[in-house]
């Protein structure tokens, strides 16, 4: 089913809905009417241009009753007809969904709410409050269609997902250089459907949403979660989960990506594509750092072997200098840096740390240079994995809680 035909489909329900008694009786107004909207169709296909025109805008005011009769008229042998049809359609479902969405947004319990596509999904995810529900009418807006097939048919929303997903991830390049933002509603749409359990994304599919998470507007939106605005916080928090969601759902070449978000936003669903980054080492080792400071970040004790298996991998990440003094960063060394982290411990502990590095675990706050810390020397580096071998044989020593 299209999106079209499940819009026609709630129509003709609505209509049962309200007119449950009358049966197949047709009063005369109710004809009249028909014969009204049938004369105007013809004229849609006018000779007269000013005819054509003042026979749509009158079509588009009669809205919805006409809705059916434009539906069969959109396959009329006159291509003039056909095209009018379309257009006058199109306005009415516009001015429809501005009726409902309106509606919709003036209570917490509307007659809209079994109405609007995919909202009974929604609202079972995020909950029904004022925030959610204006978080619902941009997605509406801004992915209407996607949203009613994702109720229609899963198996179409899916692959129409991976369409949008395309076209979005083209149209990210293009605003970029423009300096604007795609809207909040339209990334917080396509991500609410790829994290339904009945859509089955591609990892392209999620490696492409994924890409928008670097979009000004998702993450306007989620620093606003220290606010006072307790509608701002509410938003944040949405727009962090539908994010995790995607995140929770990669693999491939959608890891890496998760990965990195995970650590920018914060996010603990970054730690099974994280798991999965360190199962299987991507080819540019450097995503390693962000896949084990995530670990480091969400992990637990019976993380600490995933990193221990790199205590061995001499490959050399970068080099640093401070003060003069010149560091290798091995893989080895971010492995330690982040088991370290994962443990609760003091870097400064095992490594000689710039005071950038140091300030960076005294705040708390995530970042691959805590990570990128090494060693002038072999020895140095043999006394810090020793240090880390005495810490593991007292921790082993210790009673089981």
């Known amino acids: 089913m299209s999106s079209r035909q499940a819009f026609t489909a709630s129509i003709l329900s609505l209509f049962a809905t309200l007119s449950p008694a009358l049966g197949d009786v047709t009063s005369p107004a ?29 079509l588009a005011k009669i809205g919805l009753p006409a809705y059916q009769a434009l539906e069969e008229a959109t396959r009329d042998g006159d291509r003039e007809i056909r095209y009018r049809a379309e257009k006058v359609l199109s306005v009415i479902r516009q001015n429809d969904l501005n009726r409902r969405l309106t509606v919709f ?42 949203l009613a097939q994702l109720e229609a048919d899963p198996r179409q929303a899916t692959d129409l997902l991976g369409k949008r997903a395309l076209a979005l991830a083209q149209d990210q390049n293009r605003l970029n250089r423009e300096g604007i933002s795609l809207p909040l509603g339209q990334i917080a749409a396509v991500f609410f459907v790829a994290s339904e359990p009945d859509i089955k994304p591609t990892s392209n599919t999620v490696a492409l949403l994924l890409q928008l998470g670097t979009q000004q507007s998702l993450r306007a939106a989620t620093v606003a979660a220290g606010s006072s605005d307790k509608q701002a916080t509410e938003r944040a928090v949405m727009a962090k989960s539908l994010l995790a969601s995607v995140i929770a759902r990669a693999e491939d070449s959608a890891l890496t990506q998760a990965v990195q978000l995970a650590m920018v936003y914060d996010l ?31 992990g637990n004790d019976s993380h600490r072997a995933v990193l221990e298996k790199f205590f061995t991998d001499t490959t050399l990440l970068s080099t640093t200098s401070t003060k003069g003094v010149r560091r290798e960063v091995q893989i080895r060394d971010s492995a330690l840096a982040a088991s370290v982290l994962l443990s609760k411990q003091a870097l400064k502990d095992y490594f000689d740390l710039p005071e950038n590095v140091a300030a960076l675990q005294a705040a708390g706050t995530p970042s691959t240079t805590t990570l990128n810390v090494g060693f002038e020397n072999d020895e140095r580096r043999t006394l810090a994995f020793r240090k880390w071998d005495e810490f593991k044989a007292k921790k082993a020593a210790e009673p089981k809680k």
């Open 30 to 58: 109710e004809q009249t009417g028909a014969t009204e909207v049938k004369a105007l169709i013809a004229q849609l296909g006018d000779a007269k241009f000013a005819i054509r025109k003042s026979a749509g805008e009158k």
């Open 268 to 298: 603990k669903e970054g730690l099974g594509p994280a798991l999965k980054v360190l199962d299987a080492p991507p080819r540019i080792r450097f995503y390693l750092q962000y896949a084990m400071l995530v670990v480091a970040r969400f």
């Open 105 to 146: 947004m003036a209570s917490l319990d509307s007659p809209e709410d079994k109405l609007l596509p995919s909202w009974p999904r929604f609202k079972a995810v995020h909950g029904n409050t004022s925030a959610t529900r204006g978080m619902f009418v941009e997605m509406q807006r801004a992915e209407g269609e996607l």
